[in-house]
């Protein structure tokens, strides 16, 4: 009998695995299950459409719950932090209270804003806790509400806090202004009377029994140290003033002496006193500065006519002779020198108005700060020149042109530093940029002028 070929009877391996890849791939394909009789079970349409829209509505349901609890939960700490923000507006509310209870001292005031303020603090730990253990509001909305109202009355508060404080600060600035208004009248009034007393006794005081015949040149100097610093005065305001009308100092300085370097950038102030010297000193060797066109009787040009004029002037107050007199000579002479002095546009640039020009002009004089300080130093011009024609022969004035050598005899420097630069050699000697203040010479007594030399 013939052997069996096992290859007949057993199956080889690589037929087996072929098996097995249909059937997974037709389970891939058809999503089914093969049964144990091998033939598979195809499921229905309208079986898998149900089964997928009961699932797609569970999961529909699940997100909107998620959705909902989520949207409870910011509900929830939105009104949480509503809380936390009207507390904090509460506690600032009484502390502004606090502050202002304190000035002025209001002791209930004081405790009742302390217990508020421990209150809301304790409310804020409270809040805190909250948070931490999420214990949320029942009423969300509602309470959110409340704290927004809350928020606002808070806020209102404060306002209305610091409303009254800045009120009760303006009535103190106020009431600061009226005792600084009666402390300046007081001063006012203790300057005029020191002023008076050194009229009365200080360096004019020796000129009070003063007679033509023990007239010396040492009373002439007394008025020409006077006469310098009046000058000065008005200088300073004058400059002030132009600052304050936003003028342009150095090209205005420039516009005055012309091509000078100054030593300091303060010097510059010495260019305007210049002018003013200028214009004050001129005609000062003619009698009563020319101001008399027709002629004047000798009669009038004698010294004792001059040192009378002076002592009549020197003990009255400026404003109360120009009062008395209004067409006097001295009054004509304020006339002429303001108006020559104060340019219309400067005055219009000082005051936006010509008003205190047309009343000079028409002998009219204003009662301002910049007149009263103009006429106090016409009148030490004007006392300096009676004093100079009551000599005899009368002082004579002088000024040095400029580039001419320095002379320590005839000027005095009103810059040290142009003795004092290691710019100028020592064989060279400085030269006069142009004269300050002019000099005076009484017989052969000289009194030096103020210039300023060049660099």
Not at 189 to 211: A, I, M
Not at 228 to 235: D, H, I, L, P
Request: net charge positive; aromatic share 10%.
């Amino acid at each position: 009998m013939e052997a069996v070929k096992p290859s007949a009877v057993t199956p080889s391996k690589s037929k087996w695995v072929r098996t097995l890849s249909k059937v997974l791939h037709r389970h891939a394909a058809t999503g089914g299950i093969v049964p144990d009789d091998g033939v598979q079970k195809v499921k229905p349409k309208e079986t898998e459409d149900w089964n997928d829209s009961k699932t797609a509505k569970r999961l529909s349901q699940k997100f909107d719950s998620l959705h909902d609890e989520e949207l409870e939960r910011r509900v929830a700490l939105e009104a949480l932090t509503a809380k936390i923000f009207a507390t904090v507006s509460a506690i600032k509310a009484e502390y502004a209270h606090l502050q202002y209870a304190q000035s002025p001292y209001d002791a209930e005031g004081i405790q009742a804003a302390d217990r508020s303020i421990v209150s809301d603090l304790k409310k804020l730990s409270e809040l805190k806790q909250c948070f931490l253990k999420k214990q949320y509001d029942p009423s969300p909305e509602h309470a959110i509400v409340l704290a927004d109202l809350q928020e606002q009355k808070c806020l209102s508060k404060t306002f209305e806090i610091m409303g009254k404080k800045l009120e009760s600060q303006l009535k103190l600035k106020q009431s600061e202004i009226i005792f600084l208004r009666e402390k300046l009248d007081e001063s006012n009034k203790q300057n005029r009377l020191l002023e008076k007393r050194l009229n009365q006794s200080g360096p004019l005081f020796v000129l009070d029994n003063l007679h033509l015949s023990s007239l010396n040149p040492s009373h002439f100097i007394i008025i020409h140290v006077q006469t310098v610093k009046s000058v000065r005065n008005f200088v300073r305001l004058m400059i002030d003033e132009m600052k304050s009308a936003d003028w342009d100092i150095d090209a205005a300085a420039s516009s005055i002496q012309q091509g000078v370097a100054y030593w300091k950038a303060d010097d510059k102030c010495y260019a305007f006193e210049s002018f003013i010297c200028r214009e004050m000193f001129k005609a000062f060797h003619h009698p009563y500065f020319s101001l008399f066109d027709s002629y004047m009787p000798e009669g009038k040009k004698h010294p004792q006519v001059f040192f009378d004029r002076f002592m009549e002037l020197k003990s009255l107050r400026v404003k109360e002779y120009l009062a008395l007199k209004p067409k006097s000579t001295f009054a004509k002479f304020c006339r002429a020198k303001y108006l020559q002095v104060v340019h219309p546009k400067m005055e219009s640039s000082f005051f936006d108005n010509l008003s205190s020009r047309d009343m000079v002009s028409s002998y009219q004089f204003p009662d301002t700060p910049f007149f009263t300080l103009f006429v106090e130093m016409a009148k030490r011009v004007w006392l300096l020149h009676c004093l100079a024609f009551a000599f005899e022969p009368e002082a004579s004035v002088f000024q040095i042109n400029r580039g001419c050598r320095f002379s320590e005899v005839y000027m005095e420097s009103v810059a040290e530093e142009a003795f004092l630069s290691s710019d100028i050699r020592p064989e060279s000697e400085p030269r006069v940029a142009f004269t300050v203040v002019p000099g005076f010479m009484i017989g052969k007594t000289v009194i030096q002028s103020k210039s300023i030399c060049l660099k």
